[in-house]
């Protein structure tokens, strides 16, 4: 047997070798901070915990942009936090640089655009007709963005089409039905305004009158005029407000 | 030559001891040469005596709610500086479309990153008589019984005292076993393009639910910018988190629960072929 | 891609290394068994490859951790897996199955070739006395007392080695047949699949090398030994198909949830390499012929040829059946819902060149083991023909 020895010996001598002389000479040494598992994972947990923010937090955003926050927090868009339109904000605490802030209609579509899958009460419009293809914060302030439309049907309408046959106007105050709390003045579809929420957001105004061929609208409705727009129309011109504004002609 | 049984074992017990000594030299200058915790990166709020045991985390994923925007994608790769690509996601949205025939559909245009609104699907589904359509959104499940774990062959991956599963990868070999063994598909190897937080590439990356950010008491990104609540992130441990309390109140349902991973996002309003 | 995958799976994450690993396992596995068919259970038959088969095995052992090596994406870090390895995980054993392994057959080799080495390094031949001192290790001891010593050793190391090489292959079956995620790698007789097609295609690999290296030295073949292996290679081929078969029937039969998805792979997406190269011209054909002629008692060497044939076959049809399982498992989406596509590049790291060189690596270390440790023992005479029986 002894005739093995030696090379026994040999043997273990290559093998101390490979395992310990190769791992310390080549492997750089932050390799040799590892034991045997898991000793060391809470170094990593800790590691991890504390990597960098990007994204802050609302209550963050608030502290300073108070106007719009208090917008904000009365609005339809409540539950959409600042920084999910307005991006990561860590950055712009930490350098002072403006996020920049996408304002296409690609980015309203991403959430408001018409799609199969989405819950039905969630409000979408169809964005090859809705407002023309303006921008929508030409007429939505994307902080609160209903304000100053007419108010959303709360119930559905189910497949039911003559809303006056409930809301009638001339019908007393203590019907159960809410009344309706203006004149009527011969319009029969009511959704083209108060779409119920999901299925028809399109919920501007109509234009009252027909228009017989009239193009200039601001001839009668520019602020001084015979009835002039709102104010926060300002700015706008004759070509943007059939985008929004249907006629009596349809 | 003869060799008596205690030179041998003296000889055999030098070496071993010359080991020890040679193979933790690196380490021991190490920590003579940096005292401290120099190991950790520099950050505004760094948690000095985390409260790992105190927490256990957990996630609802709601299908009714969901709206398929994808901002979750977007802000879960700018928060974690996972590469654009759309083959590296820590999360991403499905969309499902089950049509009358009773035939399921789906698909996850680039993860669900840019939304599914102008997805070239939008035009197939056209045309289809669709039963029920709904979006689904999907990230780690941070396994109770993680497989990803089990299989690791170094020890890189590991479950967190707080139920997290995160990975060491300063210390992954990059063989992607685990990446084989996960059943949802939540780990991917971080190209050589990639430029994270620890500066690693060609090793393995997953969802941690932003545990940098949770240990800091924020809420994950993706449910930070999540718009319609379908993203709900808490503590079981506390009996008025939000998590506790629509487990209260919904009847939920995990991922491939037959695989006995125990996933902890929980799915209210599930359908039967999600997986 | 075709149907929906996870967005993550776009990309294969094992690819062609992982597919000629297992290959180069499994022909270690197979050649190592021949040889302890000799060294252990005396199949005398076998003795003019006895030694070529252990050789054979180190060759493509030493080759084996290689592929694997290069696949992985932090290659500096790979010691990591003996010096930090969980415990639970099926790829950890790994390093310590094949270090083990490597040491048995490394031991095993110097035992056999002992003499022959003592002998060389006696030589006068100045740089051939060098290199044979140097492998001698020092011990020059050939005492019929030593060499008794050697013999027993040599018997309880193949004896050792047998369940070894089950465990080093098996093993790397587990390592597939333990993802439960896969609905195609998951199933309990992965192992023995893994086993069985090892095996097969170390004896084929035997018959070839042995007739080439016949040829290369221009002398004459042993048709008893080569009729014995080829018998064996029968054996092991139906039962490793019968296996294989066994696998997708019951999938069939059981028709889970995932068979959806698992048929269509087999019958669209891997159909070619999987019921043509795997199945038919891997398996069933080489089992025709193998039968056929010993069946119809054809003459050598027309057997012979019909034999080298088969395992010619065979080979092919085992890389075949790696391929299936290995990249098979990867195309289809754990969302069972769709495929995603593979081919491998030309060049680079994982591309088919350097795979090329993996498989041609231990050919050219087998040459170079053979120049200085010739195993041929044509000085012994083979015993007389007799009826061969398992």
């Known amino acids: 047997m002894n005739h093995l020895v030696r090379a026994g010996l040999l043997l273990s001598g290559v093998l101390f070798f490979v395992f310990v002389g190769v791992r310390v000479i080549p492997i750089p040494s932050f390799m040799a901070d590892f034991g045997f598992h898991p000793r060391k994972t809470e170094t990593n947990t800790l590691a991890w915990a504390n990597l960098p923010l990007q994204y802050a937090q609302t209550s963050t955003c608030s502290s300073c942009h108070k106007d719009n926050h208090a917008l904000w927090e009365k609005g339809d868009h409540k539950t959409v936090s600042c920084e999910n339109c307005h991006g990561p904000a860590v950055a712009h605490l930490e350098t002072g640089a403006r996020p920049v802030m996408d304002t296409s209609r690609k980015l309203c579509s991403t959430c408001h655009a018409q799609l199969a899958a989405r819950p039905y009460d969630f409000p979408q419009v169809d964005t090859a007709t809705h407002g023309g293809q303006a921008a929508c914060i030409t007429c939505h302030n994307p902080h609160t963005p209903r304000a100053g439309m007419p108010p959303r049907v709360p119930h559905d309408c189910e497949d039911r089409t003559n809303c006056q046959s409930c809301h009638n106007p001339h019908e007393p105050l203590d019907v159960v039905p809410p009344i309706i709390p203006h004149t009527v003045e011969g319009r029969t579809d009511c959704l083209s305004c108060h779409g119920p929420q999901g299925t028809r957001g399109n919920a501007l105004p109509r234009i009252p009158h027909t228009l017989e061929g009239r193009t200039n609208c601001l001839l009668c409705h520019n602020s001084g005029g015979l009835k002039p727009f709102p104010a926060d129309h300002a700015g706008r011109t004759n070509a943007n407000c059939l985008t929004c504004h249907r006629s009596k002609e349809g | 030559m003869k060799i008596s049984r205690r030179d041998f074992i003296k000889t055999g017990a030098g070496g071993v001891l010359g080991g020890v000594v040679a193979y933790s030299l690196p380490s021991i200058l190490r920590i003579l040469a940096q005292p401290g915790n120099a190991e950790l990166p520099v950050s505004a709020a760094v948690i000095g005596e985390p409260q790992w045991e105190k927490h256990h985390w957990g996630f609802i994923a709601d299908t009714e709610k969901c709206i398929g925007c994808g901002r979750c994608v977007v802000a879960c790769k700018q928060e974690n500086k996972v590469p654009w690509d759309e083959e590296y996601n820590r999360t991403w949205v499905e969309r499902y479309v089950i049509t009358e025939d009773g035939e399921t559909l789906v698909d996850s245009p680039n993860a669900g990153r840019d939304g599914f609104a102008e997805a070239t699907k939008n035009s197939e589904y056209q045309n289809l008589e669709i039963r029920k359509s709904f979006f689904v959104p999907k990230l780690c499940n941070q396994c109770e019984q993680p497989p990803c774990v089990t299989v690791c062959p170094v020890g890189a991956t590991y479950r967190t005292k707080d139920g997290v599963v995160l990975v060491n990868q300063e210390h992954c070999i990059g063989c992607r076993y685990c990446v084989q063994a996960c059943p949802y598909g939540a780990r991917y190897m971080l190209p050589d393009a990639a430029q994270t937080h620890f500066g690693q590439v060609r090793v393995v990356d997953k969802c941690t639910w932003c545990y940098h950010r949770i240990q800091k008491g924020l809420l994950p990104a993706c449910v930070e910018v999540c718009p319609v609540g379908a993203r709900v992130f808490g503590d079981m441990r506390d009996p008025e988190s939000p998590v506790r309390k629509i487990l209260r109140e919904k009847r939920v349902y995990v991922l491939k629960p037959d695989l006995g991973t125990e996933p902890k996002v929980y799915y209210v309003g599930f359908e039967k072929g999600v997986h | ?390």
């Open chain 3, 1 to 390: 891609m075709e149907g929906f995958v996870f967005p993550n799976e776009g990309i294969i994450e094992w690819e062609l290394a992982i597919v000629i690993y297992p290959y180069i396992t499994g022909l270690v596995a197979g050649a190592f068994v021949v040889s302890s068919l000799y060294h252990v259970f005396g199949m005398k038959a076998l003795k003019p490859v006895a030694r070529f088969s252990l050789v054979t095995a180190l060759a493509f052992l030493l080759v084996a951790p290689m592929p694997l090596m290069s696949h992985l994406g932090r290659p500096e870090r790979a010691l990591e897996i003996f010096l930090t390895p969980n415990l639970n995980s099926a790829m950890s054993a790994f390093g310590y199955i094949w270090l083990m392994y490597l040491l048995l057959v490394l031991v095993e080799t110097w035992l056999v070739f002992r003499p022959d080495i003592v002998r060389y390094a006696r030589s006068d031949d100045g740089m051939k006395k060098a290199i044979y001192s140097v492998l001698a290790l020092g011990v020059y001891d050939l005492s019929e007392e030593a060499l008794a010593v050697d013999r027993k050793l040599i018997k309880v190391l193949a004896f050792i080695g047998i369940p070894a090489a089950f465990l080093l292959h098996g093993y790397v079956g587990f390592i597939f047949g333990a993802i439960k995620a896969n609905p195609w790698w998951s199933t309990p007789l992965m192992p023995i699949i893994f086993l069985a097609s090892a095996i097969v295609s170390g004896i084929a690999l035997l018959i070839v090398l042995y007739v080439v290296a016949c040829k290369i030295r221009n002398r004459p073949l042993d048709y008893h030994c080569l009729r014995a292996l080829a018998l064996w290679l029968g054996g092991f081929l139906s039962f490793s198909v019968v296996l294989e078969g066994l696998e997708i029937f019951s999938m069939l039969y059981e028709s889970e949830e995932s068979w959806g998805i698992i048929s269509e792979l087999v019958t669209r997406k891997i159909s070619a390499s999987y019921f043509g190269v795997q199945f038919v011209m891997g398996s069933v054909l080489p089992l025709f012929v193998l039968g056929g002629s010993e069946i119809m008692r054809l003459k050598e060497p027309t057997r012979t040829a019909f034999s080298c044939l088969s395992a010619m076959l065979i080979l092919i049809g085992v890389f075949a059946m790696r391929w299936n399982v290995v990249i098979g498992g990867q195309l289809m989406s754990k969302s069972l819902r769709g495929f995603t596509s593979y081919d491998p590049p030309l060049w680079g790291i994982n591309g088919i060149v350097v795979a090329a060189g993996f498989v041609a690596l231990p050919f050219v270390i087998l040459a170079i083991i053979t120049h200085f440790l010739p195993p041929w023992q044509e000085e012994a005479k083979s015993p007389p023909r007799r009826k061969l029986s398992f």
